[in-house]
């Protein structure tokens, strides 16, 4: 069964501090990782990686996958406000008509 | 910019009710999923389609039933709504390609309590 399993559950920061948010997975035929960030409604996609090593990078977050130690990173610097969300980790694999599976999430809070 | 809509935002019902769910995408994807969300749980895939008129069951399909007639439009049946059916529910829809597209894109959700 595809497992997918993200930490910490959730953590409070002051603003301008930076996080890092970690994601495991145990997944068959492994085919991408993807972020996505939900706030009060929708989940809103991140990023998509697929190659180990490579980071991805949007403002002041990034992401980096490692497909040898089945884990990923979310970094957030100089965290703001705004920042303040559920972080979701999901796994795509291969043969499954892009059916993904999601970890439980890391919830952020950002305090001034 | 992709748009995926649901019919209600909020929605309580009684228990032993016929419940429609309705999602509605724009950009001509030809997956949609339905999710529900809890608490400690995440999302949880329900059921998904493919293709027009075509579904497969997800990971908790018992319960729920699902209609796709047109492309754009998946929706989720709940036979006879019970209490443990009240959740928030996420439509989501993602693009058939040779690439990767597992990009899926959410709808804004529709908070179902059940009484």
């Known amino acids: 069964e595809d497992k997918v399993v993200q930490s910490p559950l959730s953590l409070v920061v002051h603003e301008g501090d930076t996080v890092t948010l970690n994601c495991s997975y145990e997944v068959t035929n492994f085919r991408s990782l993807l972020w996505y960030k939900q706030e009060k409604k929708a989940p809103t996609f991140l990023f998509m990686l697929?190659?180990?090593?490579i980071e991805k990078k949007s403002g002041r977050l990034s992401s980096i996958l490692d497909k040898k130690e089945l884990f990923s990173i979310l970094n957030i610097t100089a965290t703001q406000t705004g920042d303040s969300a559920i972080y979701l980790c999901a796994v795509g694999r291969d043969g499954t008509a892009s059916k993904l599976t999601f970890g439980t999430g890391t919830r952020l809070q950002v305090t001034l | 910019d992709v748009k995926v809509t649901q019919s209600s935002r909020y929605l309580v019902k009684r228990t032993g009710e016929k419940v429609f769910l309705e999602c509605v995408q724009d950009m001509d994807h030809e997956n949609m999923f339905w999710y529900r969300q809890d608490p400690g749980l995440g999302l949880r895939l329900i059921y998904f389609?493919?293709?027009?008129?075509?579904?497969e069951k997800g990971d908790i399909p018992e319960g729920y039933s699902v209609s796709r007639e047109k492309k754009e439009r998946f929706s989720l049946i709940l036979e006879s709504a019970s209490t443990n059916q009240t959740s928030m529910y996420l439509c989501?829809?993602?693009?058939?390609?040779?690439?990767?597209?597992?990009?899926?894109?959410f709808g804004p959700g529709t908070r179902l309590t059940v009484l």
């Open positions: 389609s493919y293709d027009v008129k075509m579904k």
């Open positions: 989501a829809s993602s693009l058939l390609g040779r690439i990767i597209t597992d990009t899926q894109y």
């Open positions: 697929t190659s180990s090593g």
